[in-house]
Every structure is written in structure tokens, then in C-alpha cells.
Nanobody, 117 residues
Framework: QVQLVESGGGLVQAGGSLRLSCAASGSIFVFNTMGWYRQVPGKQRDLVATAITGGSTNYADSVKGRFTISRENAKNTVYLQMNGLKPEDTAVYYC???????????WGQGTQVTVSS
């Protein structure tokens, strides 16, 4: 049973920083893609950043230059360093993992990030 467990969300003032962590358990295989999405009430879940095992990363335009995604492949763990936070970054952040072996996608339970102005 694969589980993704997130941590690191919270309340921060605009301009501040937070670091999200997501640890995957229950899989003996390394996920080829891990990343972060975010969602606000009434809107769709949007991509924030993804990282593949080869090292390539992808970011939403709105977070480029402020957020950094990184991975520890052997631990199936992904991080999101968020700097220069803005009120519009307020959302529930979800960890995502894709296994090319099983073809399945997995999601964490979500962690709330709130940025006050």
C-alpha cells in the first residue's frame, strides 16, 4: 500500500519561506516522477513543480525563481523550498508521485499553506 505523507505547511507572512516534504512509503520502486500541485477552493488542482529521476524539473510560471523542487530518489522523498511567498500562493499543496512500472498515480492528503499579507 503506497502512501505519500506530506509535512511542512503552515502560516507565514508575505515574503517568508516554507519547506514542504513528502515521503513515499510502501513502494520498492523509485517513482520516476514526483512533484507538487496546489488547489484553492472552487478551482482545479494546478501543477506547481515536478522532478523526474534523471534530474529534470518543471515549474509553473507563477513560481519560477521563487520555488525549488528537489528529490532524494533512494528515499522516494521530494521537497519544495518556497521562498518569497505571496498571498496568492495560499492553497492546499498536494504531493504527487507517478510510477512508470505500475502506471499509477498517487496523491498525498494535502498540507495547507497560508500566506498573510
Amino acid at each position: 500500500q503506497v502512501q505519500l505523507v506530506e509535512s511542512g505547511g503552515g502560516l507565514v507572512q508575505a515574503g517568508g519561506s516554507l519547506r514542504l516534504s513528502c515521503a513515499a512509503s510502501g513502494s520498492i520502486f523509485v517513482f520516476n516522477t514526483m512533484g507538487w500541485y496546489r488547489q484553492v477552493p472552487g478551482k482545479q488542482r494546478d501543477l506547481v513543480a515536478t522532478a523526474i529521476t534523471g534530474g529534470s524539473t518543471n515549474y509553473a510560471d507563477s513560481v519560477k525563481g521563487r520555488f525549488t523542487i528537489s528529490r532524494e530518489n533512494a528515499k522516494n522523498t521530494v521537497y519544495l523550498q518556497m521562498n518569497g511567498l505571496k498571498p496568492e500562493d495560499t492553497a492546499v499543496y498536494y504531493c504527487h508521485a507517478h510510477s512508470s512500472f505500475s502506471g499509477k498515480d498517487y496523491w498525498g492528503q494535502g498540507t495547507q499553506v497560508t500566506v498573510s499579507s
